[in-house]
């Protein structure tokens, strides 16, 4: 997969293209990018998507965005794996935001970014004051020369298939119904670092990842797998929050300890499914008070795995 930063000022061939910021990269998602790809194998056009970042949402009012689902990375690595040939990624910034709608479809959409074919969703709106929608590229495709085409939103079980639903699920802990709506785990991916080693001071080492923002989706203790390490996903279990124990005020950290497991991680690049919520994340009166509910937490996430029924309520009695 080709990934482009900026905008061209002139295409080098027609393409089909798709517009969003695919952030998690769920269901809906999945059948844009499934029409898309019929689309441009019919037509023999590269398939492209454009997304932004940072988000929109991010630049006009940060402290009220929703917390995002995939870093650059993880969206584009989801991307790639949906058979996607092109990502432009677009600098959201002021002078972006200030672009009409007329000026969106004709020097970026049309002359920079070669589209013969378009696919938007239902809702899709664009240009400054979010002043373009479907109606507006409709009438311009057939005077600028090029197909467009807007997308049903997709529901499952009653409920609209969107970024907004899956935050709304892991906030809440059920991660059954986020897997629904992504087709997969959630997951977050990232590097491995030092940490301050306190894992393996109370006899449950951890390995520390690297997460790119500081406002999670979800917060917690998880059973979880960790690809990356070997052939197959490993089980484990994963604490993510602001250790409320260790330090008061502290960023979100998330730390997996894999079972049996005594390999140096240091700097592997690794993905954590996130398949249950055990339980909340506490603070505890003490250090020995910790390390007995983590050894819980290692025996929950064991029982889950194999099978058993875990109550998700289950705390330590502080």
Known sequence: MRISRGLPAAADGPTAFTIGNFDGVHLGHEAMLDELLRAARRLAFPACVLSFEPHPREFFAPDKAPTRLTSLREKLELLAACGVDRVHICRFNYGFAQITAEEFIERVLVRGLGARWVLVGDDFRFGARRAGDFTMLRQAASRLGFEVQ??????LGGERVSSTA???ALAAGELARARELLGRPYSISGRVVRGDGLGRTLGFP????????NRPPLTGIFAVTVGGVAERPLPGVASLGVR???RAGGAPVLEVHLFDFNEDL???????????KLRDEEKCADLTTLTRQ???DVEDA???????????SRTANL
């Open 294 to 296: 983590i050894a819980r």
């Open 206 to 213: 951890t390995a520390n990842v690297q997460m790119k923002h």
């Open 244 to 246: 409320p124990t260790i």
């Open 266 to 276: 240091y700097r592997r690049h690794v993905r954590i499914d996130f398949h249950r």
């Open 166 to 168: 899956v935050r709304g």
């Open 150 to 155: 807007a997308l049903p939103s997709v529901t």
């Open 302 to 312: 064991k029982a889950f795995f194999n099978g058993q029924d875990v109550k998700t």
